[in-house]
C-alpha cells in the first residue's frame, strides 16, 4: 500500500484535509456554542436589569402582581425560563416559571449559595450547572443585585435550561457537519486531479528512465508548467538530450576507433603476409616492409592520442604550470618540421611582437597543442604555400595565430572540426592520414588551461587558428 507517489500523495493529502476539517468543525462547534452561551447570558443579563425597575415598584404598592408577571412573561421569551426574585436573607420572594407547579414549589425557599451572596455584594454572576443542586437538570444562570431607591434589597435570578440552548444550535452543527462533508468531498476530487498533475511527470520521468537504461534515448517528457516540477522535466530532457548525444558520440567513436584500427592492421597484415608467402617479389619486400612500418607508427599515434583523451576527459590530466618562452617554443616545434617544411617549400612567416613572451602553463602540453597546429598548417598548405606564425600580447594575455594557405574550411563543416574523428571531406582537401583526433586535444588541453581558440577560414583562402595564454607576472 502507498508504493506509488501517486497514492503516497492522495493519501498524505487526505489524511491532512481530513484532520483539518475534522479540527475545523470541532473548533467552529465549540466556538459556535460559546458564542450562543455567551449571547443568551447577556440577553439573560439584559432581562434581569431590565425587571429590576417593575420589580421595585412591585415592592412599593405601585404595581399590581397580574402585572408584574405580565412582565415576567415578557422577559420569558425563552421558552421554561424560570425567574427568582431573591430578598436580602435569601428567601425567594416572587417566583416565575411557564409551571405553575414549579412557581409554587420555589416559593419561601432560602438560597445559601456562594453565588447569592455575590450577588447581594453588587456583583453580575453567570453560571452553568444545577446551581446548587435545586433544578434536576444543568441551567444557565444569571443573577443581578435587586435594588430600590439605589440600594441592593436582595437579588433578581433568571436560570434557562442548557438543553433548551443547546437545542438552537443543533442545526447550526448539522449545516457546519453537512459544509465539512461537502469540502472533504470536493477537496478529495480537486486532490485526486492535483496529485495526478504533480505525479503524471514524475511517473513518466520513471518510465522514461527505465526506457534510458535500456539504450533507448528517444523519449522526452513532455513540459505543461512552469514551476519546480515544469524545470525538473526540462532539466530531465536536457539531460536525455545529452545522454542521446553521448550515446551518438559513443557509437561514432567506436565505429571511427574501429575503422581506423582496421585499416592499419589490415595494411600492415597483408604486406607481411605479402612478404612470408612471396606474393611481394623480394626485390619489392623492403619498400612494402617500409609501408607496413609506417602504419605502426600511424597505428601508435592513434592509440597515444585516444589515451592523451581519456587522460584529459576522465580528469587523470594533472598540468604542471610553469612559466616559459612561447616565442623559443614555437621556433622548437618549427625545427622538428624543417624536413617537411622544405620538402613541401612552404615559406614560413614569422611575426613576434616581442622577442620573449613568457606565458604560465604547461610547457610539453602547449607544445602539443602547436604541434598539432602547425602539423595541419603544413600537411593542408599546397606546394610553395605559406605559413605564418605571428604572436601579440593584449592585457593580461598572450595570443597566437598560425595560418596556412591551404584549401580551407567548408563553413558548414567549421563547427564540426572539433569533434573526435572528424575530418574534412576527403574531395575538398588532399590526403592527410591524420586521425580526426589532433583538434580535439587541442581544444581540450586549452579549456584545462581555461583558454579559448578560435578558426577563422574561407574556401580557397586558407585557415588560421588563434589561441591564447595568459602572460606570467
Do not use: C
Not at 467552529?28 to 447577556?42: G, V
Not at 429590576?52 to 408577571?69: I, R, S
Not at 612500418?293 to 610553469?322: A, V, W, Y
Not at 583538434?439 to 574556401?459: A, F, R, T
Amino acid at each position: 500500500m502507498f508504493k506509488s507517489l501517486f497514492s503516497r500523495l492522495v493519501g498524505t493529502y487526505f489524511v491532512i484535509i481530513l484532520v483539518t476539517i475534522i479540527v475545523l468543525g470541532i473548533l467552529l462547534s465549540a466556538f459556535f456554542e460559546d458564542f450562543i452561551f455567551a449571547r443568551r447570558a447577556e440577553e439573560l443579563k439584559r432581562e434581569a436589569i431590565d425587571l429590576n425597575p417593575y420589580v421595585e415598584m412591585f415592592a412599593m404598592g405601585l404595581l399590581d402582581e397580574w402585572h408584574l408577571y405580565n412582565y415576567f412573561k415578557i422577559a420569558d421569551r425563552y421558552k421554561n425560563t424560570t425567574i427568582w426574585i431573591v430578598d436580602e436573607m435569601g428567601y425567594i420572594w416572587l417566583s416565575y416559571s411557564s409551571s405553575p407547579e414549579e412557581m409554587e414549589k420555589w416559593k419561601e425557599q432560602q438560597l445559601t449559595a456562594k453565588e447569592f451572596m455575590q450577588v447581594i455584594k453588587g456583583q453580575t454572576i453567570v453560571k452553568e450547572g444545577k446551581f446548587d443542586e435545586r433544578f434536576p437538570i444543568p441551567v444557565l444562570t444569571v443573577g443581578v443585585p435587586f435594588k430600590i431607591d439605589g440600594k441592593i434589597r436582595g437579588g433578581i435570578f433568571l436560570h434557562s435550561p442548557v438543553e433548551e440552548i443547546k437545542s438552537t444550535t443543533e442545526e447550526t452543527y448539522k449545516n457546519i457537519w453537512l459544509a465539512a462533508a461537502i469540502s472533504a468531498v470536493l477537496s478529495i476530487v480537486l486532490l485526486f486531479f492535483t496529485s495526478k498533475h504533480i505525479s503524471k511527470p514524475l511517473i513518466e520521468m520513471n518510465q522514461i528512465s527505465r526506457d534510458f537504461a535500456k539504450g533507448n534515448f528517444e523519449k522526452r517528457v513532455e513540459i505543461n508548467t512552469k514551476d519546480e516540477i515544469g524545470q525538473l522535466a526540462i532539466n530531465f530532457n536536457a539531460m536525455a538530450d545529452s545522454l542521446e548525444n553521448i550515446e551518438n558520440m559513443r557509437r561514432s567513436f567506436v565505429t571511427n576507433v574501429s575503422h581506423e584500427l582496421r585499416s592499419p592492421l589490415t595494411s600492415i597484415r597483408g604486406y607481411i603476409q605479402g612478404v612470408l608467402d612471396r606474393t611481394i617479389p623480394p626485390d619489392k619486400s623492403d619498400k612494402y616492409l617500409s609501408i607496413a612500418l609506417d602504419e605502426t607508427k600511424r597505428l601508435n599515434k592513434l592509440i597515444n592520442e585516444l589515451l592523451d583523451l581519456s587522460q584529459i576527459e576522465s580528469g587523470q590530466f594533472p598540468l604542471n604550470i610553469i612559466t616559459f618562452d612561447i616565442n623559443e617554443l614555437i621556433r622548437r616545434v618549427l625545427i622538428s618540421q624543417e624536413e617537411r617544411i622544405t620538402a613541401k617549400s612552404i615559406d614560413v612567416i614569422v611575426d613576434f611582437q616581442e622577442q620573449y613572451y613568457y606565458v604560465e602553463g604547461d610547457r610539453d602540453r602547449i607544445q602539443q597543442v602547436l604541434y598539432n597546429l602547425i602539423d595541419n598548417a603544413i600537411k593542408f598548405n599546397p606546394e610553395k604555400g605559406t605559413l605564418m606564425i605571428k604572436t601579440w600580447n593584449y592585457e593580461d594575455r598572450i595570443f597566437i595565430k598560425v595560418e596556412d594557405s591551404g584549401p580551407g574550411i567548408p563553413k558548414e563543416e567549421i563547427v564540426h572540426i572539433w569533434e573526435r574523428f572528424y575530418q574534412v571531406d576527403k574531395s575538398r582537401s588532399p590526403k592527410s592520414g591524420g586521425t580526426g583526433l589532433g583538434l580535439s586535444i587541442v581544444k581540450k588541453i586549452l579549456e584545462e588551461h581555461d583558454q579559448d581558440i578560435w578558426i577563422n577560414s574561407k574556401e580557397g583562402e586558407g585557415t588560421a587558428f588563434i589561441f591564447s595564454l595568459f602572460a606570467a607576472n
